[in-house]
């Protein structure tokens, strides 16, 4: 397994704001992904976080809106940029190594005012 | 695109009594199939996967359960405690583990176990 951590573990934005979440892992991991959830739904993958290069977005979901870094193997942030209220969501961290499962983070709970 | 849903949104239980959760799924590529559960304000947590070659994996108190003829997916609880509510996702991915490419989340269903 993996012990992964958030900051923040909630906030409230104001509209037109951006907020960087991190995401820190106890150990090096192949993959690193950004999902959100929003309020009483399931979960929706939003990118892949690459090691050295950009990270690949799934459909709906722009770089300009949520860029994400990876600088190394245990370390990745989200940026919500430009926020409105229908951002207001879980964000959550996941990782995993070759041939394992993903082992989600806490979640950062973004409230958008 | 493909679709992974559940039949049930909601599911109430006695304590004791035992607990089956479904869940459909559209894409007959998927070859991994993972239940999370997920408790109030924490991330999902892994509970059991299958592969598509097996039929059926059991865990301690849960069995997870694979119909791909019609392609269903069961998450069985055995004597059902108050420490197993929470929502409960089926997820599936198209490579063995979930590493690689996008798990895809059902709908979710919350799981109410009365004392």
């Known amino acids: 397994s993996a012990v992964i951590s958030q900051k923040p573990s909630r906030d409230i934005c104001q509209r037109g704001t951006s907020l960087t979440i991190q995401c820190q892992v106890d150990?090096?991991?192949?993959?690193m992904f950004w999902y959100r959830q929003q309020p009483g739904q399931s979960l929706t993958l939003i990118a892949t976080?690459?090691?050295?290069?950009?990270?690949?977005?799934e459909s709906g979901f722009v770089i300009d809106k949520f860029p994400i870094s990876r600088p190394n193997l245990t370390f990745s942030t989200l940026t919500v940029s430009n926020m409105s209220p229908e951002d207001s969501s879980i964000y959550l961290c996941?990782?995993?190594?070759?041939?394992?499962?993903?082992?989600f983070g806490p979640g950062t709970r973004l409230t958008v005012t | 695109g493909e679709n992974v849903g559940l039949h049930l949104p909601t599911l109430s239980v006695q304590e004791g009594d035992n607990s089956i959760i479904n869940c459909a799924y559209s894409n007959s590529a998927s070859d991994y199939f993972i239940w999370y559960k997920q408790e109030s304000g924490k991330g999902p947590q892994f509970i059991i996967d299958?592969?598509?070659?097996?039929d059926k994996r059991q865990g301690q108190r849960v069995t997870v359960l694979l119909n791909k003829t019609v392609k269903h997916l069961s998450l069985q609880i055995a004597a059902t405690q108050p420490g197993d509510s929470a929502v409960y996702f089926c997820?599936?991915?198209?490579?063995?583990?979930?590493?690689?490419?996008?798990?895809?989340f059902g709908k979710g269903t919350k799981l109410s176990v009365k004392p």
């Open positions: 150990s090096q991991v192949t993959m």
């Open positions: 976080a690459n090691q050295g290069s950009e990270a690949t977005y």
């Open positions: 996941s990782v995993a190594r070759a041939g394992d499962e993903q082992y």
């Open positions: 997820a599936e991915n198209s490579t063995y583990g979930g590493s690689q490419g996008n798990l895809i």
């Open positions: 299958i592969r598509s070659n097996m």
